[in-house]
């Protein structure tokens, strides 16, 4: 086993957790779970049986990551983020067998207390406010803020606002950390061609 669990964490026989990973304080970790490597899962954190995580992403305090979520590589879920698996959720009404599949696409960021209401995909690289409800799919590189989440603008890979209009076609921006170019095109941001 080459991966740390804090002494108060519980994690259920079945659970398949990558090397590197560390498990910290109160967390519980169910059967079914698939965790990468090198992630980090804060205190309190919950991963249901039908759950899968990427390699190196990191789960802050308070999070629940409940059946259905796909979480990719490089993923960042801020403290006290929610997500949901029911759309229509009512106590005296079972509903296990509508969950709707939620991902989380390669190195998105969701900022502290964002919900991300079931049945979407993040894009890659996308970034989601503090405080944001997202209930639509997210486009790659998207900064998303507000209830319900607007997209603003865009983000390069760093995590650096791109000097680029929410939408638009032909315009360019740098990263102001790396330099890499961005394009946005027909309402679309992706890397410029080298």
């Not at 026989?13 to 992630?39: F, L, Y």
């Not at 991300?116 to 970034?127: K, S």
């Not at 319900?148 to 606002?161: L, N, V």
Request: net charge negative; with cysteine; aromatic share 8%.
């Amino acid at each position: 086993m080459s991966f740390s669990v804090h002494p108060t964490a519980i994690v259920d026989d079945g659970a398949q957790i990558g090397d590197g990973t560390r498990i910290w304080h109160w967390v519980h970790v169910s059967g079914g779970a698939v965790i990468g490597r090198e992630c980090s899962l804060g205190q309190n954190v919950f991963v249901g049986n039908r759950v899968t995580i990427g390699n190196n992403v990191k789960i802050q305090n308070n999070v629940s990551v409940y059946d259905n979520v796909t979480i990719e590589d490089d993923v960042f879920c801020g403290p006290s983020m929610v997500f949901t698996n029911v759309y229509n959720p009512r106590s005296h009404v079972s509903r296990k067998s509508e969950y709707r599949d939620t991902r989380v696409r390669r190195g998105a960021t969701l900022g502290a207390n964002s919900t991300i209401v079931c049945g979407v995909t993040i894009g890659a690289y996308a970034f989601v406010g503090a405080g944001s409800v997202i209930n639509r799919d997210v486009p790659d590189y998207a900064l998303m803020v507000g209830v319900p989440g607007e997209r603003i603008g865009w983000m390069s890979e760093h995590g650096e606002r791109l000097d680029l209009p929410a939408s638009g076609d032909g315009e360019e921006a740098a990263c102001p950390a790396t330099g890499r170019r961005y394009i946005l095109r027909n309402d679309i941001c992706q890397p410029a061609p080298d």
